[in-house]
């Protein structure tokens, strides 16, 4: 049996020059240390890059060792956002 990855969701936006991205959610079991984490880049095209460096060094792991799903990433932010452990199946 596979041991699955951790897994967390991750909320991209554009604020005036910049990207963000927040650590919104984490999937049952994985490490919520990221959770409410921020970071931001110049680019949409690094913004996924910066996330997962963003994660690896909160964890002090591998970025291969774990998931991100990217969610709202047509630039707006959203209105209501996850601030606690939830299923990102």
Known sequence: MTA??????????QEDEWWIAEV???ADGSDIS?????TQ???RDTIEDWA???I???????EDTFDIE???DDGL????RTRVASPVA
């Open 56 to 62: 690896a060094t909160i964890l002090d792991a591998g």
């Open 41 to 43: 880049a110049e680019s």
């Open 4 to 13: 699955r990855k951790p897994k967390y969701l991750v909320e991209v936006w």
């Open 24 to 26: 919104v959610g984490v």
């Open 77 to 80: 932010r959203g209105e209501t």
């Open 70 to 72: 990217v969610a709202n």
């Open 52 to 54: 997962r460096d963003l």
């Open 34 to 38: 990221p959770l409410g984490r921020v």
